[in-house]
C-alpha cells in the first residue's frame, strides 16, 4: 500500500467527498510536507475537520491517520531528492534547538530497534560469519560509512573479509563472481537504496550464499535476496539518514561474533599488538 499510496488516491479522486478531494489533491501535490504533518495541521491547510482527514486515511484502508502519516515518510524517505529532503528537515527543525533533537531523536530510533529487531535472525546471521568461508562486506554511498567499520574490525579477527568495493556494478560481480554456498555476503542500505547493493543482494541470493541484509524496513529492495534481515530504525535527519541505530546493530554483531571465536580472537589480537608496538602504529604517551 506505500507503494501505491499516490496512485490510488489519483486512481479513486472521483469516488472522494468533497472533503477528501481536497486532502488528496494536496497530497499529490505535496506529499514531502504532508507526510511531518498532524491530522489537524492538515486540515487546517485544505480547510476541513481533522475528523475529516482521520476519515480519508480509513477510507485508503488505513487503521488510522499515525499509519497513514507512516506510509507517507516512507514514500518521501525513498523518492525524495537530496536537495528535498533538506528543506523538508529546515522546516521540521528549530535551529535553536537542533543538537538536543537530533541527539534525542537517534536514542529514540536506537529504543525503537531493539524492541523490534528478529533476535533470532541476529544470531542465525552471527553463526553463518562465524562458519562462513569467506565475508563478503557491502555499503555503498552513505552506508559506506557503516561497511568500512565492520570491515575494519572484522579484519582483525578473520583473514577471510572481503570487502566489495561499489566503484562500479560492473566491478561489483566481478569481486562476487566465486561467492558461493559457503559464502556470507554482509549487504546495507538504507533510503535512497543503491541498485547496485540491491543487484550484488540478487546474485549472492542466486549463487547459494547466505545475505544478511542490514536496512531499515520489511519492504526493503533487499528482503526478498536476504536469509537474515536486520532492520534498524532510520529516518531522515536533514539530507542524510540518520545511522546510529545499524551502527548500534553492527557493535552488537562484532561483540557476538568475537565471544563465540574468544580464543582464536584473543590469539590473533595479541599478535596484532606485537606488530602496533614494533612499528609503532598507536601513540603511547596520551
Known amino acids: 500500500m506505500k507503494q501505491n499510496l499516490l496512485q490510488q488516491m489519483t486512481a479513486r479522486m472521483s469516488e472522494f467527498s468533497k472533503g477528501q478531494r481536497l486532502i488528496a489533491q494536496y497530497i499529490l501535490q505535496h506529499y514531502d510536507r504532508a507526510a511531518f504533518m498532524t491530522a489537524s495541521r492538515l486540515g487546517a491547510l485544505v480547510e476541513v475537520s481533522e475528523s475529516t482527514v482521520v476519515r480519508f486515511a480509513n477510507e485508503l484502508g488505513f487503521a488510522g491517520y499515525p499509519e497513514m502519516q507512516r506510509a507517507l515518510q516512507e514514500l518521501a524517505r525513498t523518492n525524495l531528492t537530496a536537495a528535498q529532503r533538506m528543506e523538508v528537515a529546515d522546516n521540521l527543525m528549530d535551529r535553536d534547538n537542533i543538537l538536543d533533537k537530533i541527539l534525542l531523536g537517534d536514542a529514540d530510533k536506537i529504543r525503537h530497534t531493539l524492541e523490534a529487531i528478529d533476535r533470532e535472525a ?144 584473543a590469539a590473533r589480537l595479541h599478535r596484532l599488538e606485537n606488530i602496533w608496538d614494533e612499528y609503532d602504529v598507536y601513540d603511547k604517551n596520551g
Do not use: C, W
Open 122 to 265: 541476529f544470531y542465525a546471521a552471527v553463526e553463518k560469519i562465524v562458519a562462513a568461508r569467506n565475508i563478503y562486506i557491502l555499503g555503498v554511498r552513505s552506508a559506506a560509512s557503516l561497511s568500512d567499520f565492520i570491515t575494519f574490525n572484522f579484519r582483525m579477527m578473520f583473514d577471510n573479509v572481503r570487502p566489495v568495493a561499489g566503484t562500479t556494478g560492473t566491478e561489483i560481480f566481478e569481486q562476487l563472481l566465486d561467492i558461493g554456498p559457503r559464502d556470507v555476503l554482509i549487504a546495507i542500505s538504507f533510503p535512497r537504496y543503491s541498485k547496485r547493493t540491491v543487484r550484488a543482494v540478487e546474485y549472492a541470493h542466486r549463487a547459494g550464499a547466505n545475505v544478511v541484509a542490514l536496512t531499515d524496513s520489511v519492504t526493503s529492495p533487499l528482503a526478498p535476496g536476504s536469509d537474515q534481515l536486520l532492520i534498524a530504525r532510520s529516518d531522515m535527519a536533514s539530507f542524510v539518514d540518520s545511522l546510529v541505530a545499524p551502527l548500534s546493530i553492527i557493535n552488537a554483531m562484532i561483540a557476538s561474533v568475537s565471544m563465540r571465536k574468544r580464543d582464536e580472537v
